[in-house]
């Protein structure tokens, strides 16, 4: 009866106006976030005590909408529940972008609105039901860490899939261009390497042996002699084996005369064909030097992380069980973290990059460039150059596929996961 007639005071009490003490102290007291207990959802009021939210559920608008929502509960979970995830996404969104970020810092920042939707009216009991909730539908990147949760952003807005669209467009014609330009690479040495050939075969010279037919045939040495010469023999007689005198004839070498035109412009036109086709074999060379450099300058990383690949602990602080022992990633996360499953005890560990180094195979088992031109070919061990710290690889797979390449240093190639049958 006490509480009955407290009501009906305060019912017909008229409420304080605006600037008087008391509206203004009520105004300070509900500035800010107050005890989620004495909040009703349905109603969306928020009351200060005990008192307060006890008056409120024996109100008259209380009980009217405590019979809507009977009516249709699901109707009004559905859309508390929308109103939440709105919210909650849209701070993501703004203020983290695709940022890998906590769950919990998100929900702080959005609770900190004063009409904000309390999880409790909504279809998901806990934070955590509500992130796995996001992963499970594409919404958010979701990964579960020994701090808690953590959920990157996933921007499916128009703008960004343009975005994206635009910059794989992009990477296709650079990729495009760049097999093109080293498909035309590949043809020019192909024809200076065949111009070079057939040049060497036109000016090898072909000794042969000396060749009698007839083996009864006199061999006569006609010798150059001067014209004085000639006549001081002349009529001078020799015997032969009859005793016959037989008169001796010289024979005057063809006269010298000057070479003749045709011949300098014929030797002057070899000269140049074999010099223009020096340079065009060295102009081939400055090219792919060229390209060499310009692919080395865009693949150098300062990160060389790779799936598949194996790599050796070199982190002491892991323990003894793992350190110097080898395994292979199976995901890289941002660029510089790998997660490693140890080959010997199958263990999963989240190592960074710092605290790992590449292994090198033995002569003729398959690889991956990590880093540098060639970043991302695989290929085949054919040697170690122990001395330098370098190896040299065929490459087995892409356009420049059977290409050597040597001195790539250690931390530039290493071991391809192969496994059993």
Not at 133 to 153: A, D, F, H, M, Q
Not at 337 to 345: E, F, K, P
Request: aromatic letters at 8%; one cysteine or more.
């Amino acid at each position: 009866l006490l509480c009955d007639c407290t009501f009906f005071l305060l019912s017909i009490m008229p409420k304080h106006e605006f600037l008087t003490p008391k509206a203004i102290a009520n105004r300070i007291k509900s500035k800010g976030l107050q005890k989620l207990r004495w909040y009703c959802q349905m109603c969306q009021k928020q009351c200060r005590d005990e008192n307060g939210f006890k008056c409120h559920t024996m109100s008259e608008s209380h009980q009217r909408q405590l019979l809507l929502v009977a009516e249709n509960p699901g109707r009004f979970v559905g859309g508390f529940s929308a109103e939440f995830l709105k919210g909650f996404m849209d701070i993501l969104r703004r203020q983290y972008g695709t940022r890998r970020i906590h769950c919990n810092v998100v929900y702080q920042e959005y609770i900190k609105d004063k009409d904000h939707y309390h999880m409790n009216a909504t279809r998901w009991s806990t934070l955590t039901g509500f992130v796995m909730w996001l992963g499970r539908n594409g919404l958010c990147e979701v990964e579960s860490t020994p701090k808690g949760w953590y959920i990157t952003y996933i921007d499916r807005s128009p703008e960004a899939l343009a975005r994206q669209a635009a910059d794989d467009k992009k990477k296709k014609m650079d990729r495009d261009d760049e097999e093109r330009t080293q498909r035309m690479i590949d043809e020019q040495i192909v024809r200076a390497l065949a111009n070079k050939e057939e040049e060497e075969e036109n000016e090898k010279v072909k000794y042969v042996g000396l060749e009698r037919i007839d083996e009864n045939e006199k061999l006569t040495f006609k010798l150059f002699e001067t014209s004085k010469e000639i006549e001081e023999d002349e009529g001078q007689t020799s015997t032969d084996q009859n005793g016959k005198d037989v008169k001796i004839k010289t024979e005057m070498p063809p006269p010298k005369t000057a070479p003749r035109q045709n011949d300098f412009k014929h030797n002057k036109s070899k000269g140049f064909q074999r010099e223009e086709r020096k340079r065009k074999v060295s102009a081939v060379e400055e090219v792919f030097k060229m390209e060499e450099e310009r692919r080395e300058k865009r693949n150098r990383k300062d990160y060389w992380l790779h799936e598949g690949i194996i790599v050796k602990v070199i982190h002491q602080k892991l323990g003894e069980k793992y350190y110097k022992r080898k395994g292979v990633i199976e995901e890289v996360q941002n660029l510089y973290t790998a997660v490693v499953r140890m080959l010997d005890t199958n263990d999963k560990l989240k190592i960074d990059q710092t605290h790992l180094e590449t292994v090198i195979p033995m002569i003729g088992k398959e690889l991956m460039i990590v880093n540098g031109a060639y970043r991302g070919c695989k290929a085949t061990l054919e040697s170690v150059d122990m001395k330098n710290y370098c190896v040299c690889v065929k490459i087995s797979q892409g356009p420049s596929r059977g290409r050597l390449i040597d001195h790539l240093a250690y931390e530039d190639v290493s071991k391809l996961y192969i496994e059993d049958p």
